[in-house]
């Protein structure tokens, strides 16, 4: 059984930066799409960033030329570069492995409740104030 441990949340002002990490470990992750979602207050999780199968990668609207994903394939570990934040990016932020062989769009795409729980990292907050 893999794990996905989330690191690097925290406070920033708005404008500022922030990357998150996720540390894979296990080999259930060979061959999955890698993606970050988020959980604002008081709504349902959502697609923010994601890496393919085929290593293509897609945005939400609101991470376009914001965010960054990338990955460390040596080390097992999935970056989420955050630039001139937004209070409306105050969130949980999880580390997510959707599923194999799937394009970075289907990946970003897949309904939060279709990913089962072992395939979620813990999350981490980043609370962005103004």
């Known amino acids: 059984q893999g794990h996905l441990v989330e690191s690097g949340g925290g406070s920033a002002q708005a404008g500022g930066s922030l990357r998150l990490s996720c540390a894979a470990s296990?080999?259930?992750?060979?061959?999955?799409?890698m993606a970050w979602f988020r959980q604002p207050p008081g709504k349902g999780r959502e697609g923010v960033a994601a890496?393919?199968?085929?290593?293509?990668?897609a945005y939400a609207d609101s991470a376009k030329g914001r965010f960054t994903i990338s990955q460390d394939n040596a080390k097992h570990i999935l970056y989420l570069q955050m630039n001139d934040l937004k209070p409306e990016d105050t969130a949980v932020y999880y580390c997510?492995?959707?599923?194999?062989?799937?394009?970075?769009?289907?990946?970003?795409?897949?309904?939060?409740?279709?990913?089962?729980?072992?395939?979620w990292g813990q999350g981490t907050q980043v609370t962005i104030s103004s």
């Open positions: 997510v492995a959707p599923g194999p062989r799937m394009t970075a769009m289907q990946a970003l795409r897949v309904m939060p409740g279709a990913i089962p729980f072992a395939y």
């Open positions: 296990g080999s259930t992750y060979s061959g999955y799409s």
């Open positions: 890496i393919g199968s085929d290593g293509s990668s």
